[in-house]
């Protein structure tokens, strides 16, 4: 472990992390480095709920806009370039915040893993997506708790890209996921701020965010984008809101069904998220409802800052 600070600012979809990590930058002389694994794809702005032009330049953000939709972006790929972005930030003598809701990413760059990077196998990629399409994601889930159960513990059920991600590590290496994984000590000092709403509220406050997501032109996002010649099924494209808008735009669904699955899926990833979020004792909540909840986040923050180990 190092003196260098990072401050991890996490919590489940529609909670509000973005706007409050740019208040504590801005408090902190900080820098914000996106723990999401959406927002790295240019073009897929409206669904990921990316940062506003406005509010890109008002904090350094980095790991938004970092790859074309059809190209691979995984763990090493961000592990390496949010590394590298923290140590820029610490030789400029900024405070780095690590923000988003991909416990993956968080719990891999905070606990020092070192990630094999394997060369996708398309065949047998390819066979799995037919397999996810045909029994559904929580089929090829299943398989990969029978064979790696550490590796799922850190896996969305939803997420048909990782979970075949990591079946494909075990057939290239003939190492289990979790067990290619070296780990090192910790690189940083590390603060880890959770925020959390009422379960109703949340619900409510992300099929708000849904509904402005549709009346901002989500619709002509995905278009656009198929028209470019981006696949339906490259891995980006399978992100919550741009599937269903493809199902919509190929006659399957109705644009009223497109949105309710938006919502359903959406609703199902917040609660994977908090149970992922309850396995870690040494997050600070932070009740995103309270009218005090800067000054509860400076609290925690300052006497951090104030006292390396």
Sequence with gaps: MTDQPLIVLTGPTAVGKSALALELAARFNGVIIAADSRTVYRGLDIATAKPSPAELAQVRHYLIDVAAPDQEFNLPDFLEQAQAAIAEAHAGGKIPFL????????NALV????VPRVAPSREYRE????EAA????EALYAELQGLDPAAAEHINPLNVRRIIRALEVYRSTGQL???????????????????TLDREALYKRADERIDKMFEAGLVDE???????GYAPGLPSMSSVGYQQVIMYLNGEISL????NRVRFTTHRYIRQQYTWFRRDPDLHWLDAASPTIFQQALDLINPFLANPI
């Design 127 to 130: 066979q799995l997506e037919r």
């Design 222 to 228: 995905v278009r656009g984008l198929l028209a470019a």
């Design 256 to 259: 009223e069904e497109a949105k």
């Design 99 to 106: 923000v988003g809701g991909t416990v993956q990413y968080i």
């Design 177 to 195: 996921f979790s067990q290619a994984q070296g780990k090192e000590p910790p690189p940083y000092r590390v603060l880890k701020l959770c925020l």
């Design 111 to 114: 606990e020092g893993w070192q």
């Design 134 to 137: 045909e029994r559904g994601s």
